[in-house]
């Protein structure tokens, strides 16, 4: 059995040619990046043109709106066909676990 010692130094990739050439590319990527960070910095100070709607979205999604209540009946409609069609009772524990999430997403949206 032979043992091979490794006697170059820990930072001897650096004194490869190629390696500095990547090492060049990435700092040159990474100005580039900061530079383009830095131009689209004014869009941080724009006004919310999307504040207005907030109430529509409200309506339209809100926890006690019209699409809550088909988006329910079509859940639980939905959970009897397939439990009709695959006799496993997982599915409807799948329906009441997705009511619940559905309601927690629109009580977050509302």
């Known amino acids: 059995m032979e043992v091979s010692v490794n006697k170059s130094s820990a930072v001897s990739f650096l004194n490869n040619n190629l ?14 990046a900061s ?3 830095l131009a689209m910095m004014h869009g ?14 409200k309506d ?5 709106s ?17 439990f009709v069609a695959t ?8 329906v009441i676990v997705l009511s619940v999430f559905i309601n927690i997403a629109f009580a977050v949206i509302g």
Not at 19 to 32: D, G, T
Not at 66 to 82: K, N
């Open 66 to 82: 019209s699409i809550m209540t088909w988006l329910l009946i079509g859940e639980v409609v939905t959970g009897i066909v397939a």
């Open 35 to 37: 530079a383009l960070f």
């Open 19 to 32: 390696s500095r050439k990547r090492v060049m590319h990435l700092m040159v990527l990474f100005a580039l």
């Open 60 to 64: 339209t999604f809100g926890k006690d």
């Open 87 to 94: 006799k496993n009772i997982k599915v409807l524990f799948g």
């Open 44 to 57: 941080c100070w724009a006004d919310d043109l999307l504040k207005p709607g907030d109430q529509t979205v």
